[in-house]
């Protein structure tokens, strides 16, 4: 293998070692066996190509001052991707059986864990999808799980740095009862138009209105989005947003810091309030917003003073990411170390 230059790492594919699989048939999961290709051999009316039965998870492994591994809520990923299974009704894996794919997959890769302040981790993918042959919409009788790894940098080049967002009305991300609330690979296919349009006018996301009454804000493209004012930390409730992981974890950090916090309906005018703004998610941890522009309504809502990072973004920030990394006490048991 060449060097890796860890510092320079963009947030993108790169091969390693091994990924682990296991397929489920007859109501029964495999087996996980270790694969070295990147490639499927799948059927062509396999329910995932025609259907979009497919499902997956995003989740990183750090390593620490004291060269450990550790996998960040673990847990919670498997139990999201059980509610994405029952979504879209698919079999669900079992929560012990995708722990023991994770481990067995950052086993065979150990090698492409970055080094402790090299700011960058690897990123872990489960992949959730139906495979037998089918032609008719109904759920299939056969799945593939598959984990592959790849190590990571920032998700915005910027690293934590404000980057301006914009609010676009004639796209919808997903709808009120519609997959929202799941982690499914036609929720990114739906935001691709609107993501390519707002990268070409010089932003770095979308921050999507709810789609019944385009009065409220719904998400940022992947992230899920948070205000903060009179020390509080608010962030939208919807019928159709993914349930963050990050935000679940930065919800109880604010709450640990002596903030109020508020999950509830956000009304776009009361952006115009906010003393900090940003997204959150896995990817990026946090991604602070230097401003948000109302494009429809030629309106802009600023949250950074002269283009740094609110006070409080930055104390999340650095505290969730000294947790991942070892350096703080995991008080709330988040961190599972690789042993």
Not at 67 to 89: P, Y
Not at 142 to 149: A, G, I, K, S
Not at 294 to 301: H, T
Request: charged share 25%; glycine share 8%.
């Amino acid at each position: 293998m060449d060097a890796i230059n860890w510092s320079d790492l963009s947030f993108g594919y790169m091969k390693t070692d091994a990924n682990v699989r296991t397929h489920y048939s007859n109501g029964q999961w495999s087996t996980p066996e270790v694969e070295t290709s990147e490639f499927l051999n799948i059927h062509m009316a396999a329910t995932c190509l025609h259907y979009g039965q497919e499902a997956f998870e995003g989740m990183k492994a750090f390593r620490g001052k004291d060269n450990k591994i550790r996998v960040f809520r673990m847990r919670e990923n498997a139990l999201r991707l059980q509610r994405s299974c029952q979504g879209i009704m698919m079999a669900e894996l079992p929560v012990e059986l995708f722990e023991a794919c994770i481990f067995k997959v950052i086993k065979e890769n150990e090698r492409f864990v970055p080094p402790y302040e090299s700011g960058a981790s690897l990123y872990i993918r489960p992949l959730l999808f139906g495979t037998s042959a089918q032609v008719g919409v109904k759920p299939a009788e056969e799945y593939t799980f598959l984990v592959f790894v790849t190590p990571v940098g920032p998700y915005f080049k910027e690293g934590f740095k404000p980057t301006p967002m914009a609010i676009m009305r004639e796209y919808d991300r997903a709808a009120p009862l519609g997959t929202g609330t799941y982690k499914v690979g036609g929720n990114y296919a739906a935001s691709m138009q609107s993501g390519v349009k707002a990268a070409k006018l010089g932003y770095s996301a979308v921050v999507y209105l709810d789609a019944k009454e385009k009065k409220y804000i719904d998400e940022c493209g992947p992230a899920n989005f948070f205000g903060i004012k009179d020390n509080t930390y608010i962030t939208p409730k919807s019928p159709s947003i993914l349930p963050s992981i990050t935000n679940k974890s930065l919800i109880q950090l604010a709450e640990d810091m002596g903030m109020k916090v508020e999950r509830r309906p956000v009304p776009v005018e009361e952006l115009a309030t906010f003393e900090e703004a940003g997204a959150c998610g896995t990817a990026a941890v946090i991604s602070p917003i230097l401003r948000i522009d109302d494009l429809d309504a030629e309106k802009s809502y600023k949250f950074c003073k002269d283009g740094t990072p609110g006070p409080i973004s930055k104390k999340l920030y650095d505290k969730l990411r000294a947790i991942q990394y070892g350096d703080e006490p995991d008080v709330h048991g988040w961190v599972t170390i690789v042993e």
